[in-house]
């Protein structure tokens, strides 16, 4: 995915920059020019699952404890789930349950 971007995004910008800064620095621009991004490490889907059950283990049995709301811990799980891109379709609840108002009391 990063090096997807890097493709899509990066090099098209440092092809039209790098010529013209070396213009600028040296007054030519050298045939050797090249841009090499160097790998970004990936995770296996695996390390990936398991990275994933880290991260939510402990805020899943803080809520079965009862010590965090459901709202709290949904939204404790979607910040955790930014750094690897999950939990990203949580969104507080739109609409909260009508309460129930009991009816008046006959006199």
Do not use: N
């Amino acid at each position: 995915m990063i090096a997807q971007m890097q493709e899509r995004h990066l090099r098209p910008a440092l092809e039209k920059l790098l010529p013209v800064m070396a213009i600028s620095c040296w007054g030519y621009v050298p045939e050797d020019l090249e841009i090499v991004f160097e790998p970004v490490m990936t995770t296996s889907p695996a390390e990936r699952a398991e990275l994933v059950q880290k991260l939510s283990t402990d805020v899943i049995q803080a809520f079965q404890a009862g010590l965090l709301t459901r709202e709290e811990a949904l939204a404790e799980l979607k910040s955790r789930g930014e750094e690897l891109g999950v939990y990203a379709k949580i969104e507080p609840e739109k609409e909260k349950p009508a309460e129930i108002i009991s009816p008046p009391a006959e006199v």
